[in-house]
């Protein structure tokens, strides 16, 4: 049973940038896709981003110019840049697992970042 | 605004059959698979639906899934009170969309 744990600072100032990572265990990571989702406070979800094991990305076309995705196989890890916050990028951010075709099948438990001076 | 749109609210008793929509496009639900996600409160989304009405392992035949041409729905048969939560459907069109959310009560 793969197992997901999100990581990093719990918050982060107004421009700077926000960093996340996610640790697989009980599976490795050289394999399926591997996404960021975000959920505001009371609010619904949204889509930050994925990469594939072999470095390959998609992000959400809202936030690109903003979002990097990158993966350490040797870590069995991956982590999330988002730069240039606002508070609108308060949000619980969760690190999930993609089954090609068969959806978001494992997810951390979500780590709440706030934007905030 | 989502792109995929879901009643903010829905409501059943005990062993009531209830059903929560998910309307979209051509580009998403008309074109590509519909997975369904279900939050209870305070923890990680749970993959409940996929490839419009596959269940993954250990998901009750209670949940069912179906698609009609840029519609989605989610029905819940023997509804339990621990089926309250918020359900999300998604889709790929450009990006994984996601629904606004309904939340599920159980009355």
């Known amino acids: 049973q793969v197992q997901l744990q999100e990581s990093g600072p719990g918050l982060v100032r107004p421009s700077e940038t926000l960093s996340l990572t996610c640790v697989v265990s009980?599976?490795?990571?050289?394999?399926?896709?591997w996404n960021w989702i975000r959920q505001p406070p009371g609010k619904g979800l949204e889509w930050v981003g994925y990469?594939?094991?072999?470095?390959?990305?998609n992000y959400n076309p809202s936030l690109e110019s903003r979002v990097t995705i990158s993966i350490d196989t040797s870590k069995n890890q991956f982590s999330l840049g988002l730069t240039s916050v606002t508070a609108a990028d308060t949000a619980i951010y969760y690190c999930?697992?993609?089954?090609?075709?068969?959806?978001?099948?494992?997810w951390g438990q979500g780590t709440l970042v706030t934007v905030s001076s | 605004q989502s792109v995929l749109t879901q009643p903010p609210s829905a409501s059943g008793t005990p062993g009531q059959r209830v059903t929560i929509s998910c309307s979209g496009s051509?580009?998403?639900?008309?074109?590509?698979?519909v997975y369904w996600y279900q939050q209870l409160p305070g923890t990680a989304p749970k993959l409940l639906i996929y490839s419009n009405n596959q269940r993954p392992s250990g998901v009750p035949d209670r949940f069912s899934g179906s698609v009609s041409g840029t519609s989605a729905s989610l029905a819940i048969s023997g509804l339990r009170s621990e089926d309250e939560a918020d359900y999300y459907c998604a889709a790929w069109d450009d990006r994984l969309r996601f629904g606004g959310g309904t939340k599920l009560t159980v009355l």
């Open positions: 009980g599976g490795s990571i050289n394999s399926h896709y």
């Open positions: 990469i594939h094991y072999s470095g390959s990305t």
């Open positions: 999930a697992r993609d089954d090609v075709g068969s959806g978001l099948d494992s």
């Open positions: 051509s580009s998403n639900i008309g074109t590509n698979s």
